[in-house]
């Protein structure tokens, strides 16, 4: 067991317990912190079976300074700090976007405001290639534009990497490295943990396995008449343990001081393109199982096509996309069959 604690903010999350499992088999002890908005505790009964290690858990909000200087002061081994705690949903941050700013931005100012004093060398943030908007050329790399943001939840990411920017600039005695994340999806192969999403899902493989899996009509395809092969939205799906695999090697990179920049942003993608209509053939190859889908109208404010240049990763962390995009699908199913097995869904 290594000696040098993480501590992962929103650890009981989609990525974050994915993360976590990464960590734990790493040899890294782990403290949660979530104050499950968004997340079951259940999720740490499913990291205990993968790994045999129930990590450590706080159930607070990371809003809460007191709450996070008091897990400090029982943690003084944490060295690296992961932070996946933020409200996601673009939708409701259009209706709510206060609670977005708040959540998304204090939880992050609390954070670097105690890594100092707590001598913590470096936070990995979350941050999503929405920064990037509708790109002008695929597939973007890290010098791309960053467009306007279209919705306070992606202003969010954009504000909060101006604000890892500023306070390394100003001299903070730690670095960072934001990982712009492209759209991850499927489930730990093991089927013990995966995404749970809260209500009617927004997101595409969620609404898939819910209509594959009958508890949805069919699934809507937002367009068919986009300047695309076959007209359906591009995106660059990557598989959610690839992703937390990263991570592990971004938090390793700052405690072990090998980048010579204070901060530092790479894309996570896979480097290839895929339309919904790609991808339900994609599931429906891998699984057997047949999606009923039709095709409505353009969601307002989707992105017609975007996806990932991943070679700086590739190239200066060393990571790259695994996962084969069936094998992916395979994954998602299972955890969709698994919640039935439960009779979570
Ligand atoms: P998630 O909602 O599954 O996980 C986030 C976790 O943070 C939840 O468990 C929630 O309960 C917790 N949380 C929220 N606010 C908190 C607070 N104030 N204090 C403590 N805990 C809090 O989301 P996810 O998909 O795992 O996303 C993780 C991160 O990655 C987020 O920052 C998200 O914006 C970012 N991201 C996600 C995607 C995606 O498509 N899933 C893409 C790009 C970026
Ligand atoms: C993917 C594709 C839809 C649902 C969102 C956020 C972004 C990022 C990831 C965090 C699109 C199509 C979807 C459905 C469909 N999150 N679709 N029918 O839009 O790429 O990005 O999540 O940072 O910020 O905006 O992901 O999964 O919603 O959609 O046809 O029922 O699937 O049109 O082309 P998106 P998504």
């Known amino acids: 067991m290594k000696t040098e604690r993480i501590l992962v903010t929103g650890g009981t999350g989609y990525i974050g317990s994915h993360t976590v499992v990464e960590l734990q088999q790493a040899g890294y002890p782990v403290v949660i912190i979530d104050n499950l908005s968004n997340s079951d505790s259940a999720v740490l009964d499913g990291i205990e079976r993968i790994t045999g290690i129930r990590p450590d858990f706080v159930e607070a909000d990371c809003t809460d300074i007191e709450a996070l200087k008091a897990l400090f002061a029982k943690y003084p081994d944490i060295k690296g700090i992961i932070n996946f705690a933020a409200s996601k949903a673009v939708g409701e941050s259009m ?7 708040r959540n998304n931005l204090n939880t992050l100012m609390n954070l670097l405001e105690l890594m100092a004093p707590n001598h913590v060398k470096g936070i990995v943030f979350s941050s999503s290639c929405t920064v990037y908007g509708e ?9 791309s534009p960053i467009k306007k943001a279209t919705s306070p939840y992606g202003n969010t990411k954009q504000i909060s990497e101006e604000i890892i920017t500023d306070v390394i600039n100003a001299g903070a005695p730690f670095k960072s490295i934001i ?6 999806v499927g489930a730990h192969p093991s089927a013990e943990i995966g ?4 209500g009617v899902p927004q997101n595409l493989i969620p609404y898939l396995t819910q209509a594959a899996m009958g508890i949805r009509k069919e699934l809507s395809v937002f367009g068919n008449d986009y300047n695309t092969p076959d007209g359906s939205c591009i995106r660059d799906y990557i598989n959610v343990v690839d992703l937390a695999k990263a991570h592990v090697i971004a938090v390793e990179r700052m405690l072990q001081d090998k980048s010579e920049d204070k901060i530092e942003i790479f894309n996570l993608g896979t480097g290839n393109g895929v339309s919904v209509l790609e991808l339900i053939n994609a599931f429906e190859h891998a699984t057997g199982v047949k999606v009923p889908h039709k095709i409505v109208g353009r969601r307002a404010g989707d992105i017609e096509k ?3 240049n991943p070679e700086h ?8 996309a695994e996962s084969d995009i069936e094998d992916t699908m395979r994954s998602a199913w299972a955890w969709q069959c698994r919640l039935r097995e439960r009779g979570i869904m």
């Open 306 to 308: 975007v996806w990932a």
């Open 179 to 184: 990982l712009r994340y492209f759209n991850p």
């Open 95 to 101: 209706e709510k976007p206060i609670l977005y700013y």
């Open 135 to 143: 790109p002008d050329v695929n597939p973007v790399t890290e010098q």
């Open 313 to 320: 990763a590739n190239n200066v962390l060393g990571w790259k």
């Open 195 to 198: 995404e749970l999403p809260n």
